[in-house]
């Protein structure tokens, strides 16, 4: 069956978080969830299969302190991205990835996306690599287990995103 996405609603919140708790160790408060939501609706979105959600990404948009006079481009973040365990391998992360890094380039101008993942995460590094992620850095101990996590980045083209 196919898939399809659509921004987040806020009556997906307890699917989402859900999905968030049987994924990953990282999980939010419906407050932080609702607060994405709010500060930027078109960077949340979500996988519906037979009109049940079965992934998510939510993404944020960082301007920098000084923005306004350093003239730099605004960073996407991946805050998170999970899809339920009998939906994977069918391109879902994929599409909602895409996705969300179209739009943060259109809507919000940003020039370049970045995210951590667990160095042990071979799945998801796997994922991001295919999309020009590369690690561009190691952050000793980010997890609350002790686990490290590679930063990665893209550059975002303007017109090819
Ligand atoms: N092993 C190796 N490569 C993989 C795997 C895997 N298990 N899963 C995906 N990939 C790579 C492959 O290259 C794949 O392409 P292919 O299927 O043609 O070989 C490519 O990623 C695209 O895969 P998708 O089907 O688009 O990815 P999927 O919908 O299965 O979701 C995800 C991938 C989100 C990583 C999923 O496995 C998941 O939910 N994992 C648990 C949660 C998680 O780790 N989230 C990321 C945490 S980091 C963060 O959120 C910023
Ligand atoms: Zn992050």
């Not at 997906?12 to 939501?37: A, G, K, Q």
């Not at 998170?80 to 939906?87: K, N, Q, R, T």
């Amino acid at each position: 069956m196919a898939f399809r996405l659509r921004d987040f609603r806020p009556e997906d919140l307890e699917r989402v978080i859900y999905i968030n708790r049987t994924c990953l160790p990282e999980n939010y408060s419906s407050y932080f969830f609702m607060s994405v939501h709010k500060n930027f609706p078109d960077l949340f979105l979500v996988a519906e299969e037979d009109g049940e959600i079965v992934g998510y990404i939510m993404c944020r948009v960082e301007r920098g302190f000084l923005h306004r006079w350093s003239g730099k481009a605004p960073k996407g973040h991946v805050i998170s991205i999970a899809v339920l365990p009998e939906h994977r391998r069918k391109g879902i992360a994929t599409a909602l990835l895409k996705e969300a890094l179209a739009r943060m380039s259109e809507r919000y101008g940003a020039g370049e996306c970045y995210l951590e993942v667990r160095v042990s995460n071979t799945p998801a590094i796997s994922l991001y690599r295919k999309l020009g992620f590369e690690e561009t850095k190691v952050v000793p101990h980010y997890y609350l287990d002790g686990e490290d996590a590679y930063i990665m980045t893209k550059v975002l083209e303007r017109d090819n995103p």
